[in-house]
């Protein structure tokens, strides 16, 4: 199948700073991308949809302006979780949509995982 | 989206079948039924998508009852590495449309 990727897989960081997400598409061209979040032993729950050249739609209950996803390309898109706090601690996921004559299918990255101190 | 049910819990002995149910009573025409696994600490995984035939690839066997009200998912030969939860969802299958995650079954293959 379709390769995403995420970077980085891991990060650390200090209350009140930004951290930026980046997935990516490997091998195939993404209109679509779509961003989760999971909490321990918990189900993924879908923040936002990003649209490659336009907004994002936030599913409701997410703050926009403190997640701010940016997809500029067909084979990027960005989440900067900005001002982070401690309760932001989670397992970020991305997932894009690949598109072909059978019909489509969502391929997940490998996660990242935020801890904010 | 329809809802789907599962259990929450499963146990299956390396080397047997695993078969995972899910009940999409609501499910309407244009929804596909897919399933994905996540193993501990990573992404989902793609298994298998199916409208209203069986299907079957490489990873797994999926069983749509002839009403699509409930689904199967056979993993024929189950190993340690197929621990994982595992997740039934319907969503159609075309566009951009999002994949809603329920509670999923968490999977244990017993050696």
């Known amino acids: 199948g379709a390769v995403v990727s995420q970077h980085p897989s891991r990060v650390i960081c200090k209350s009140g700073t930004s951290v930026k997400i980046e997935c990516r598409s490997l091998d195939f061209q993404a209109t679509t991308m779509f961003w989760y979040r999971q909490f321990p ?6 923040m936002a949809t990003s649209n490659e050249g336009s907004k994002a739609t936030y599913e409701q209950g997410v703050e926009k302006d403190k997640f701010l996803i940016n997809h500029a390309s067909l084979t990027l898109s960005t989440l900067t979780v900005t001002s982070a706090h401690p ?8 997932s894009a949509r690949e598109s072909t004559s059978l019909g489509s299918e969502q391929f997940f990255g490998p996660g990242t995982r935020l801890t904010v101190l | 989206d329809a809802k ?16 995972l149910p899910c009940n999409h009573s609501t499910i309407s025409g244009n929804e596909y039924v897919y399933w994905y696994r996540q193993i501990h600490s990573q992404g989902p995984q793609y298994i298998i998508h199916g409208l209203k035939n069986n299907e079957t690839n490489e990873m797994a066997s999926l069983i749509i009852t002839e009403d699509r009200k409930s689904s199967t998912l056979i993993l024929p030969h189950a190993t340690l590495r197929d621990t994982a939860v595992y997740y039934c969802i319907v969503s159609p299958n075309f566009g951009n449309e999002k994949l809603t995650f ?10």
């Open chain 2, 4 to 19: 789907t049910t599962q259990p929450p819990s499963m146990d299956c002995a390396e080397g047997r079948a695993a078969n």
């Open chain 1, 41 to 46: 032993k918990k189900s993924l729950m879908l």
């Open chain 2, 102 to 111: 329920g509670t999923g079954t968490r999977l244990t293959i017993i050696p």
């Open chain 1, 87 to 94: 309760e932001d601690s989670s397992f970020y996921i991305c």
